[in-house]
């Protein structure tokens, strides 16, 4: 798959991960699990590059006596997922055109 599809993929998956409540790393990756395999690495990747964005927010709580960082999606990453959902539906039909070959229908 194409790096930036990629990227841009994983990004509106952990967005999605967020929409119904704010989360922390490790429940993020089990949450996104059955869609995909995503390293803690490569999570707080995402999720850094989501903050600076603006599309997510943090805040820390104390958990079994140490801070967790928590994650809650911003009205910009809601924005975006909207958006991704608007790019799919051209990603999709484009992907049918391809399936089908050159009969669109």
């Known amino acids: 798959m194409d790096a930036q599809l990629k990227r841009g993929v994983l990004d ?3 967005l999605a991960a967020l929409k119904n409540e704010d989360s922390y790393g490790y429940k993020i990756i089990k949450d996104v699990r059955p869609v995909l395999s995503l390293s803690e690495s490569t999570l707080y990747t995402i999720l850094k590059r989501l903050e600076d964005a603006k599309m997510i927010s943090v805040w820390t709580k104390e958990f079994e006596g140490r801070l967790r960082k928590y994650y809650h999606i911003t009205s910009k990453g809601i924005r975006r997922l909207e ?3 608007e790019e ?3 990603l999709n039909s484009i ?3 391809i399936v089908r070959g050159s009969r669109y229908e």
């Open 88 to 90: 799919w539906k051209e």
């Open 12 to 14: 509106v998956c952990v």
């Open 95 to 97: 992907y049918l055109y």
């Open 83 to 85: 958006e991704f959902k």
